[in-house]
Nanobody, 120 residues
């Protein structure tokens, strides 16, 4: 079973930076979508930033200009660089991949989530 392993969360002061990593357990052949979602306490999960088929990126309006999603094909890893963090960025950040692995598995998988807490 394909797994996603996330890392990089933590506690940071407002204005600080964090980089999240999401490593897939199998090599990536194709991406329909791959990226990051977050869920704040008492709120629904929302899209933060994803890479879509063709390599384009989609960002939530609230993070545009502050967050950058990128991909390292050699490491089967997607990153989320988060700069100028705000308290409202606090939440559990989860990675998701929908696509096909190089072993020809149809993949639709979530990571376990990593906590990001931004103090004011």
């Amino acid at each position: 079973q394909v797994q996603l392993v996330e890392s990089g969360g933590g506690l940071v002061q407002a204005g600080g930076s964090l980089r999240l990593s999401c490593a897939a357990s199998e090599s990536i052949f194709s991406i329909n979508t791959m990226g990051w979602y977050r869920q704040a306490p008492g709120k629904q999960r929302e899209l933060v930033a994803v890479i879509i088929s063709g390599g384009n990126t989609v960002y939530a309006d609230s993070v545009k200009g502050r967050f950058t999603i990128s991909r390292d094909n050699s490491k089967n890893t997607v990153y989320l660089q988060m700069n100028n963090l705000k308290p409202e960025d606090t939440g559990v950040y989860s990675c998701h991949w929908n696509g096909i692995s190089k072993t020809w598995r149809q993949v639709d998988v979530w990571g376990q989530g990593t906590q990001v807490t931004v103090s004011s």
